[in-house]
């Protein structure tokens, strides 16, 4: 079927409509995922230094409702909404927010894991040759500085092609279920023919999607791609092969034209290649 026609923005529209964007809008899950944990308590309190490729840094500390960063240590600190959830992993996290000091806002998703204190963050900006829409994306692995791993002890979480053949159907909510093709180290692809709720989306659709892949530890990925329809859009999921079960987070304008930077989760089942109409999921 056609891809649908997408809204060309401006720069200035794209600065307009994140400025006026509130966390209660743009942090509502059109999804209404089920399987999305309540936010995590086990990061209150605590404050992170992550160490990233050519002595990058950034800092974090988190507090009850939102969490702070700063590029360097002399730094103020920059206050953002943001979102803290626990996988289904013990210890491994997913950090999504907000970088409002900047126009067109910028998004970060961290996926942390206390476990062996590595890193990996997902950097999102609006704004590519292609289209003012199309979100730029930058993967950074590394590690926390002070924490149980140390850069001389053991290796940054790294690219991967484990996932390369394997189709899994991930059920969102009730009625988005998505069976999913990973094609190769590059490329995702997704069939839905379920009508789902999510607003702008069809009754059917098929997208190859540009992707990457990190292993994060024994059966456990986290894998960022570009959204289907067009749209421009990134999403970053975190998925636990062992569980079946995922956390994600998206970031950009939706195919309504909305301004989105939210979270979500998912249940998974292992599917077969040649989707027949029927899910492996309940």
Request: proline share 5%; charged share 25%; glycine share 8%.
């Amino acid at each position: 079927m056609p891809a649908k026609q997408i809204t060309i923005l401006t720069t200035k529209d794209i600065r307009e409509r994140c400025y006026a964007a509130a966390p209660a809008e743009y942090a509502a899950d059109p999804m209404i995922s089920l399987w999305k944990p309540g936010p995590t308590k086990k990061l209150r309190g605590r404050e992170f230094t992550f160490c990233f490729p050519e002595g990058q840094k950034l800092y974090y500390r988190f507090e009850r409702d939102y969490l702070e960063w700063k590029e360097k240590q002399e730094d103020p600190w920059n206050e953002e909404y943001g979102e803290c959830l626990e996988s289904s992993r013990d210890g491994v996290f997913l950090i999504h927010h907000l970088r409002t000091h900047i126009n067109p806002y910028e998004a970060a998703t961290l996926i942390l894991d206390t476990n062996t204190g590595l890193v990996t963050m997902i950097y999102d900006r609006l704004g590519k040759k292609s289209a003012n829409r199309d979100v730029n994306r930058q993967v950074l692995s590394g590690f926390c500085e002070g924490e149980a791993c140390g850069k001389d002890s053991c290796e940054p979480h790294q690219m991967t092609d484990d996932l390369v053949g394997k189709v899994i159907d991930w059920k969102m909510a009730d009625d988005i279920i998505i069976h999913t093709y990973y094609c190769n180290v590059e490329c995702l692809a997704f069939i839905s023919p379920i009508p789902p709720k999510a607003p702008g989306w069809a009754d059917y659709f098929k997208t190859f999607n540009p992707t990457k892949y990190i292993k994060i530890g024994e059966k456990l990925y986290a894998i960022s791609f570009y959204a289907p329809w067009q749209c421009g859009m990134e999403v970053t999921m975190l998925m636990d092969l062992d569980k079946m079960r995922a956390l994600g987070a998206a970031f950009g304008f939706d195919s309504t034209d909305k301004f989105s930077s939210y979270t979500f989760g998912a249940k998974g089942a292992y599917a077969e290649l040649g989707f027949i109409g029927q899910y492996t999921v309940n």
